[in-house]
């Protein structure tokens, strides 16, 4: 999944919502007033960053949507197949639908037998931060990219880092 934003997280388990993770929310995407049809970004005002965006009905919801894709799409496969899924909140009726799923391709891949620690055994001071796309830790050039064509330039073993506004769906980026 590809995402511009910070999102809250849901932890679920049996059927009930077993905690909640206020995410920052600083930008919201809303229909245009001056084009129908259009979606604008604007800045999410101070009291609607305070709150939940979905109630824990509408968390249980989106679970039973995310149970019955994944079994659907496991009996046409044969197999297990986890799936990542993309939903959205329509703001004038104020629905949820699922908007897009496709397989799972990352944590499904993983051992499930396998658990790896990873701990920096040198002292030294962070000069970055920020959410991480893997779980490993990693050194080498930082490569800041503000701007789709600095991805060019971009070298095996660099550490990518951009900030949410600038990150592009499909970069692709292997090393």
């Known amino acids: 999944m590809s995402s511009t934003y910070s999102k809250p997280t849901f932890a679920l388990g049996k059927r009930a919502v077993l905690s909640h993770r206020l995410g920052d929310k600083q930008q919201m995407m809303i229909y245009s007033d001056n084009h129908p049809n259009h979606i604008d970004s604007k800045i999410t005002p101070l009291p609607q960053r305070q709150q939940f965006c979905l109630r824990d009905d509408e968390i249980l919801t989106l679970a039973d949507y995310a149970i019955k894709t994944e079994a659907h799409y496991s009996e046409q496969a044969g197999n297990p197949c986890p799936m990542d899924m993309e939903w959205a909140k329509d703001g004038i009726d104020n629905q949820l639908y699922l908007i897009q799923?496709?397989?799972?391709?990352?944590?499904?891949?993983?051992?499930?037998?396998?658990?790896?620690?990873?701990?920096?055994?040198?002292?030294?001071?962070?000069?970055?931060?920020g959410r991480a796309i893997g779980q490993r830790i990693a050194s080498?050039?930082?490569?800041?990219?503000?701007?789709?064509?600095?991805?060019?330039?971009?070298?095996?073993g660099d550490i990518f880092a951009c900030q949410h506004k600038h990150t592009y769906p499909g970069l692709g980026i292997q090393s």
């Open 101 to 129: 799923a496709r397989p799972e391709t990352v944590v499904s891949q993983q051992p499930q037998n396998l658990s790896e620690t990873y701990k920096i055994t040198t002292d030294s001071q962070a000069i970055a931060s």
């Open 140 to 156: 080498g050039r930082i490569h800041k990219v503000t701007d789709k064509k600095q991805l060019q330039t971009f070298q095996a």
